[in-house]
């Protein structure tokens, strides 16, 4: 059960199976006005708000809201930039709308997007709120969306940082004071970053902060400026993301694969499409996705594609393929052998990745993936079957490489000898317990594909 506790307005409640939003009994008023509102008309209409399926009155005046469920929710640290810049574009955009109809974003953390595929949507129904005649001029989640999105997005791009580095560590994003002092003095040449970055930065270092307890309304008369202020903020997101991918080992393996034949790589790609034609499969993973070749062979045909792969500028590349082609791709910056763990307050505001995972996927694909977690993670193999069998309920496509692959021997190294019982005997026999081969196709003199299915273990088969 995940409960979130941090607005006073109301809080979601997921149990796994349904979200239910509670919403305080001084909040119920301004939320039905909102739900009967052309504003959330309009949001759920266009995709970018979750709506909600069913309300409940409570005898305590409680209001229980059921939302539509997102498949797969994943957090900014699991996120690649392109994926956070589109989040940030989707929260300018609903607050862009909201503002226009007399309507603001009380909140802007990032942690209110989640992806359905490749697009995002806004999952916070109450930060929507009602403007008010005596309310501080200007966007009150201005600053929140700043440290969220801008700062970030701008510590990818000028110091090859991570959102996964940034959101684990930090909530809350990250601060101007902090960021500034680190930024190439090329980059503060804008208006954008003096107003966005700079001037923040000297006021936190100066420790300025106005008096929240005095309200300072606008002026009448005085000129709207945050119609400006938004459409500023999408370019300067727009400029920060368009520098934001750097180059990785792994962005650029699809076009460097010097120890693949061009026979290989067609029999797995013809393989891939034949398994997924049609869309027989609904929910495929993807293990080691790089740029996402093969996911988007899936994606095509008709399944629902996640895309897990630890390196972030693939995963950046494989984002903006698939919502240029409006593919159903999600993509997951997490290392499957370190996946990551629930966070926040008792482990209790996100859940781990492996309790997501959990039986949710009909297709597995595992290609060229289970010699690099044997040997570079040093997984015992009967192991990693035990977890693949977790993920897949269905089938299961492994790509089989041997010992005396060039690849295989780059990665083992001077610890080649340890590997002497590796063959294609030993991986089937790990594979026993938890799956059955179907079908075994040779591509190469060094590489096998296996069509496997899932079936019921006997408890411990893989201890």
């Not at 009602?130 to 989640?141: C, E, K, N, S």
């Not at 902090?178 to 700079?198: F, I, Q």
């Not at 495929?284 to 897990?308: C, M, P, Q, W, Y």
């Not at 490489?401 to 060039?406: A, E, K, N, T």
């Amino acid at each position: 059960m995940r409960v979130s506790f941090r607005d006073p307005d109301g809080n979601v409640e997921d149990d796994g199976r349904q979200v239910w939003r509670k919403v305080q009994p001084h909040a119920v008023g301004a939320t039905a006005k909102l739900l009967n509102s052309p504003l959330y008309a309009e949001l759920v209409r266009d995709g970018l708000l979750i709506g909600v399926e069913e309300q409940q009155h409570q005898p305590d005046d409680t209001l229980l809201l059921r939302h539509r469920r997102v498949p797969l929710p994943t957090y900014p640290f699991e996120w690649a930039p392109a994926m956070l810049a589109d989040a940030a574009q989707l929260t300018l955009d609903i607050q862009r709308r909201a503002w226009a109809q007399g309507w603001t974003l009380k909140d802007a953390a990032a942690g209110n997007v989640l992806f359905e595929g490749s697009r995002p949507v806004f999952c916070d129904l109450l930060s929507l709120q009602r403007r008010q005649a005596g309310d501080l001029p200007g966007w009150v989640a201005y600053g929140q969306f700043v440290r969220h999105f801008v700062l970030p997005l701008l510590a990818v791009s000028q110091l090859g940082r991570t959102p996964r580095d940034i959101f684990l560590a930090a909530r809350d994003g990250l601060r101007a004071a902090e960021l500034a002092p680190y930024l190439p003095w090329h980059a503060h040449l804008s208006l954008s970053m003096w107003l966005h970055v700079r001037l923040p930065a000297r006021l936190e270092r100066r420790r300025i902060h106005h008096d929240q307890t005095r309200r300072i309304p606008a002026k009448p008369g005085a000129p709207d400026g945050t119609p400006w202020l938004l459409g500023n903020l999408q370019r300067f997101v727009t400029q920060i993301t368009a520098r934001g991918r750097g180059v990785s080992t792994w962005s650029e393996y699809t076009g460097n694969r010097d120890h693949y034949q061009a026979a290989e790589l067609v029999a797995k790609r013809e393989a891939v499409a034949q398994l997924t034609a049609g869309g027989r499969f609904e929910r495929v993973l993807d293990i080691g996705a790089n740029t996402g070749e093969f996911s988007l062979i899936a994606a095509r045909a008709g399944s629902k594609v996640v895309a897990l792969d630890d390196d972030v500028n693939a995963l950046h590349d494989l984002h903006k393929q698939a919502r240029e082609h409006l593919l159903p791709v999600q993509c997951v910056h997490a290392n499957f052998a370190h996946p990551t763990p629930a966070t926040g307050w008792r482990l209790a505001e996100t859940l781990g990745l492996p309790q997501r995972f959990a039986g949710r996927f009909d297709l597995v694909l595992a290609l060229a993936v289970v010699h690099h977690l044997t040997v570079t993670e040093r997984l015992p193999t009967a192991q990693l079957f035990e977890v693949l069998a977790g993920y897949c309920r269905g089938t299961l496509l492994l790509e089989f490489v041997p010992r005396d692959d060039p690849r295989f021997v780059e990665l083992a190294g001077p610890n080649l000898s340890l590997y002497d019982h590796w063959d294609l005997a030993f991986v089937l026999r790990c594979a026993e317990p938890w799956f059955t081969l179907q079908e075994q196709v040779t591509v190469s003199q060094h590489r096998t594909l296996l069509h496997l299915t899932r079936r019921d273990a006997p408890p411990g088969a893989a201890a």
